[in-house]
């Protein structure tokens, strides 16, 4: 194995939970601090167009996410399955 993907989602504590993910934003950041200490070769995944989600609050959250120095960054359209 030589590289990871993380699937952070989001780095705002209420899209966690909206997206009813289980983790906490304090997690993603260890999560992609171990990463970067265990490999060269790592990326995290974001989910925009959430309910509520405005253009404004995703580029703030896409600045927070490319300051933290991830090589990649991989962005999912939230899709809702019925």
Request: proline share 5%.
């Amino acid at each position: 194995m030589n590289r990871v993907s993380l699937g952070i989602q989001s780095l705002r504590p209420a899209a966690l939970l909206q997206l009813g993910r289980a983790h906490g934003v304090g997690q993603c950041h260890a999560a992609i601090e171990a990463a970067s200490n265990a490999f060269d070769r790592y990326s995290i995944d974001l989910i925009y167009g959430r309910p509520g989600h405005s253009p404004v609050e995703w580029c703030s959250e896409l600045q927070e996410a490319l300051a933290l120095g991830v090589p990649h960054i991989s962005l999912y359209e939230l899709t809702v399955e019925k």
